[in-house]
């Protein structure tokens, strides 16, 4: 009996020990050995290896990681081929090309702007906002007016092809996005810089003829992006409405938090959701993670989501294991 006791009181100060030694919110570092891999930048989808490739020219010159993550997103933002963001995005049903995006950096500042018309680049506004306002989110026409104030040229974003799709589109006017096609609709990007800071970048034109004035997942602190320089980072894509009701990419951090590599924690955070449906035939939610110490993972609800990943060792296009 005695050492019994003698046992428990042994385990019990080993216990306090450990816990002195990883703080809440560090635990998930205790299971990394290693030197980290760094820098590194994650993004979205197929349009995410030429964004990633703007990222890495700062990343690879000791850039820090929220300059790498903007350069990084302007870039689909421009073309006018990748049809579910920026200029030469999808409309909604009133034919208005409609933006959102959000920043966050290492200290946690963050700047955001939703139902953006006429500005090509809605990160830089986005960051403009961080930076220059105390505010996190300016949205419709006070977003516009601060553009226009910070510098930001009006333009029209509807180019011939996405009026021309709209058009037909009108002809039956029914609201039934493609998977993987019209309803991925984002970019989402995460960076580990030299200097072992993380920043993260997200920017939409959003779901394919979704009503005037709909906002979903990627201009939301939390829900389409959430930064926590302690543990790491996380973006969504898919169905907006979805990952907000979760609060998606912070369930992803706060998951890593506890311990989890970045994949599992996206796998957790979908099955999340998953849980919550009552039919997920026609929904498509995807998560991509970086942790602190440059691990990385992705996952989603249906096969066809894909992630981009460029380190000093790869640059690739990497499918995402889905639940279904």
């Given at each position: 009996m005695n050492s019994r006791r003698r046992f428990l009181k042994l385990s019990a100060l080993g216990t306090t020990a450990l816990s002195g030694l990883y703080p809440i919110g560090q635990a998930f570092a205790s299971s990394f050995k290693g030197k980290s891999n760094q820098p590194i930048v994650i993004s979205t989808w197929d349009h995410g290896m030429p964004a990633n490739d703007a990222a890495w020219q700062v990343l690879a010159a000791q850039g820090h990681a929220l300059d790498a993550v903007e350069a990084g997103v302007r870039i689909p933002e421009a073309d006018p081929k990748v049809r579910t963001v920026g200029y030469g995005g999808y409309p909604d049903r009133?034919?208005?090309?409609?933006?959102?995006?959000?920043?966050?950096?290492?200290?946690?500042?963050?700047?955001?702007?939703?139902?953006?018309?006429?500005?090509?680049?809605?990160?830089?506004?986005?960051?403009?906002v961080m930076e220059e306002t105390p505010h996190v989110m300016l949205v419709g026409e006070g977003a516009l007016q601060f553009a226009l104030a910070q510098g930001f040229e009006k333009e029209n974003l509807l180019t011939p092809e996405s009026e021309k799709d709209w058009q037909?589109?009108?002809?039956?006017?029914?609201?039934?996005?493609?998977?993987?096609?019209?309803?991925?609709?984002?970019?989402?990007?995460?960076?580990?810089?030299?200097?072992g800071n993380l920043a993260g970048a997200c920017t939409t034109s959003g779901a394919a003829y979704k009503m005037h004035g709909r906002v979903g997942d990627s201009p939301i602190i939390g829900a389409g992006l959430f930064v926590d320089n302690e543990v790491g980072g996380a973006t969504a894509t898919g169905l907006g409405e979805a990952v907000v009701r979760m609060v998606g990419s912070h369930l992803v951090v706060?998951?890593?938090?506890?311990?989890?590599?970045?994949?599992?924690?996206?796998?957790?955070?979908?099955?999340?959701?998953?849980?919550?449906?009552?039919?997920?035939?026609?929904?498509?939610?995807?998560?991509?993670a970086l942790n602190k110490q440059g691990e990385y993972g992705g996952y989603c609800i249906q096969k066809g989501f894909n992630y981009a990943v460029r380190d000093k060792r790869v640059n690739k296009l990497i499918d995402a294991k889905s639940s279904m």
């Open positions: 009133e034919g208005h090309v409609t933006l959102d995006a959000c920043i966050m950096d290492k200290e946690g500042n963050c700047g955001s702007v939703a139902f953006l018309e006429h500005i090509k680049h809605p990160i830089s506004v986005a960051r403009k037909n589109w009108l002809k039956e006017s029914k609201y039934k996005p493609v998977i993987n096609i019209e309803n991925h609709d984002t970019i989402g990007m995460l960076a580990l810089d030299a200097h706060e998951l890593m938090r506890q311990g989890h590599a970045p994949e599992k924690a996206c796998r957790l955070a979908v099955e999340r959701i998953v849980s919550k449906q009552k039919n997920v035939k026609d929904l498509q939610v995807g998560f991509i």
